[in-house]
Nanobody
């Protein structure tokens, strides 16, 4: 079993930056994928960014490319979401997700991930 816990959400002005943190615990040695998703009321949860841990390959949604990055600290079992040049449309609840399966679908598919955090709210004011 793996547990993931997000932190770092808050209110920020448009154009500002925010960094979310995701702490993984439990059987983390088996993890192969970690990602960030976001959701606004009335809409489906969407993939923001992900990393395939063993290869280090990263993936980003078109809407955040060039603005968001996902640095990680393997020693601390931490994944981050560095969000720069934030826009009001980035306002959402952000979730960290993890999985230990090699095969499981596309990086942006919610069914790809078995373990989910509780979410952290990000609000960007205009």
């Amino acid at each position: 079993q793996v547990q993931v816990v997000e932190s770092g959400g808050g209110l920020v002005q448009a154009g500002g930056s925010l960094r979310l943190s995701c702490a993984a615990s439990g059987n983390t040695a088996t993890l192969d994928w970690m990602g960030w998703f976001r959701q606004v009321p009335g809409k489906e949860r969407e993939g923001v960014a992900a990393i395939r841990i063993r290869s280090g390959t990263t993936f980003y949604a078109d809407s955040v490319k060039g603005r968001f990055t996902i640095p990680q600290d393997n020693a601390k079992k931490m994944l981050y979401l560095q969000m720069n040049s934030l826009k009001p449309e980035d306002t959402a609840v952000y979730y960290c997700a993890a999985d230990n399966r090699v095969f499981g679908g596309s990086w942006y598919s919610i069914t790809r991930y078995k373990y989910w955090g509780q979410g952290t709210q990000v609000a960007v004011s205009s």
